[in-house]
């Protein structure tokens, strides 16, 4: 596999969370895992603190350099490349503060800019904490919401769509962070059309496979049980697999969501898209907690994340596992290379 042209814009998250501990952790291990050249977006100052705290627990030297994205890839193999943002950070670890939603926002809307203009070649966004961005006026339901909003060109917002990819599974929820009551009321036949087709066409141009096969979940137990158990298989979901099939998309259901996640009937799909958030995520999670990755879809540029939280009570131990993001910044690689 080529190597992207460019570096991966990593963001800070919340500067009081694992974000930095993690991205120092994959950083000592480049040249063992043969990563990919990455730069940190977010304040100096702050990631050499952390540094120098974690560096008596991981028993290791760990240097860092400020630098422009265009001097990362050389910096990379000896110095941990931060690019600066201009918002300072001063969250102590496990305890965010009045700068920690500007550092974060500050960093994603940054990462985006930098990946828009062709200084890096994909966007990985280490955890933020919601609700300390809320209480600072955020007013999305989450990350993928506002990269839509940042990747909107003359006022037309795309339509992110969430996946959670591992070696082992990959899913999509067409309703993502809302309330199970709402989920419902979102649910449509047009939005399951307009989800899978973006899910098939990604699939094909990012990850490679020529012809996706994609597997639709129902929305009620045993899929609604002909009718016995709920009605919104035959009138949501099926007319959604009518379109997408006429499409010539490989799209299978719905299918029982109790009875899709075993190990054999994950061998028959490439996807499974699921009705609402824990119906996607509570499989992958089960199965891939460890190495999972957010990939927003949707977007006109790359985006993976790892798939945990901020993780604020082992801020700063160096117990924080690294493995997450290192998957993250390897396919976010894998996708811009493919994409190239």
């Not at 670890?93 to 500050?106: N, R, V």
């Not at 045993?222 to 949501?236: C, F, K, N, P, R």
């Not at 499989?283 to 945990?308: C, Q």
Request: include cysteine.
């Amino acid at each position: 596999m080529a190597a992207p042209a460019k570096p991966l814009a990593l963001t800070l998250g919340e500067p009081a969370g694992i974000g930095p501990d993690i991205t120092i952790a994959a950083w000592l291990r480049r040249r063992e895992l043969g990563l990919p050249a990455f730069y940190l977006l977010g304040d100096e100052a702050l990631i050499a603190q952390r540094a120098k705290e974690l560096a008596k627990t991981l028993g290791a030297e760990i240097r860092i350099a400020a630098v422009s994205p265009g001097d990362a890839e050389t910096a990379f193999a000896d110095a941990l490349p931060v690019v600066a943002t201009g918002e300072p950070a001063t969250a102590a670890p496990g305890k965010p503060d009045a700068s920690s939603a500007p550092a974060a926002l500050a960093s994603i809307r940054q990462a985006v800019s930098d990946v828009r203009a062709g200084r890096a070649s994909a966007v990985v966004t280490n955890p933020i904490a919601k609700s300390v961005l809320y209480r600072a006026g955020f007013r999305h339901p989450g990350h993928t919401e506002f990269l839509a909003e940042l990747a909107s060109l003359d006022g037309h917002l795309p339509q992110p769509v969430m996946m959670l990819w591992s070696p082992r599974l990959a899913v999509v929820p067409v309703t993502i962070h809302v309330s199970l009551r709402e989920a419902l009321s979102q649910l449509t036949s047009e939005l399951i059309v307009s989800t899978v087709r973006i899910v098939a066409t990604e699939l094909t141009s990012r990850f490679g496979i020529a012809r996706p096969r994609i597997a639709i979940s129902g929305l009620n137990p045993h899929a609604g049980e002909d009718g016995s158990l709920g009605h919104e298989e035959q009138t949501v979901i099926a007319p959604a697999l009518k379109v997408l099939r006429n499409d010539g998309i490989d799209a299978r259901g719905p299918l029982p969501a109790d009875t899709m996640f075993h190990e054999a009937a994950r061998n028959t799909y490439d996807c499974a898209v699921c009705m609402y958030h824990d119906q996607a995520l509570i499989p992958i999670k089960t199965v891939a907690f460890d190495d999972a990755v957010n990939v927003t879809l949707g977007l006109p540029f790359i985006r993976t994340s790892p798939d945990h939280g901020t993780a604020f009570d082992i801020a700063g131990t160096g117990k924080a596992n690294p493995a997450s993001l290192i998957a993250a910044l390897n396919l976010a690689s894998r996708m811009a290379a493919a994409n190239s």
